[in-house]
């Protein structure tokens, strides 16, 4: 079964909301999480490392405002996307990495993905 | 600078023919990891492969086999056979192997495989 969840897995809201998506490490604890953006027909780029107590590290390019990230726990990251528009309708997904101790030799998983469509 | 490149954007076959997805990476670093995985329409990313820099053997899993080879920085996947549920879009993916930040990954653009009846 998965080992990483989020929820939810579509979402549909007007212009102007803001929209919280949630990604779960169901067995394990991430204090690294990743997020990742994925437009239609494109590949997934990176947005955000989320790590545990402190705050996230944005890629270049990714509004740090518009794109919020807390990862308040060892099993929980939330992305929200704040004052969504349209041009933010997009596939959203998110991984963790299991580790195993020393050198990352972890196992990476990802989740199902969230759908976001903001009218 | 980390880069990923899937030259084939769509790739069409018949049932049972044999099909190459080809990835080419560049990274200055010494250790690193490579990936292959599956995305149906579903979205969600199925994991087929992880493959580390030291570690250059072919793999082969049933009818899907992986050519590792740094001297041409290439990781391509062959589907033996290939079946119509073997259509979806493939990524191919690449990450540095530093601790907590493995799962760091940068993909390329994929490869939409059509295996048709």
Known sequence: ?119 | AQKVTQAQTEISVVEKEDVTLDCVYETRDTTYYLFWYKQPPSGELVFLIRRNSFDEQNEISGRYSWNFQKSTSSFNFTITASQVVDSAVYFCALSEAFYNQGGKLIFGQGTELSVKP
């Not at chain 1, 929820?7 to 102007?16: A, D, E, L, N, T």
């Not at chain 1, 939330?78 to 959203?92: K, M, N, Q, R």
Request: glycine share 8%.
């Open chain 1, 1 to 119: 079964g998965a080992v990483v969840s989020q929820h939810p897995s579509r979402v549909i809201c007007k212009s102007g909301t803001s929209v919280k998506i949630e990604c779960r490490s169901l067995d394990f604890q991430a204090t690294t999480m990743f997020w990742y953006r994925q437009f239609p027909k494109q590949s997934l780029m990176l947005m955000a490392t989320s790590n545990e107590g402190s705050k996230a590290t944005y890629e270049q390019g990714v509004e740090k405002d518009k794109f919020l990230i807390n990862h308040a726990s060892l099993t929980l990251s939330t992305l929200t996307v704040t004052s969504a528009h349209p041009e933010d309708s997009s596939f959203y997904i998110c991984s963790a990495e299991r580790l195993a101790g020393g050198p990352w030799v972890g196992e990476l998983f990802f989740g199902e993905g969230s759908r976001l469509t903001v009218l």
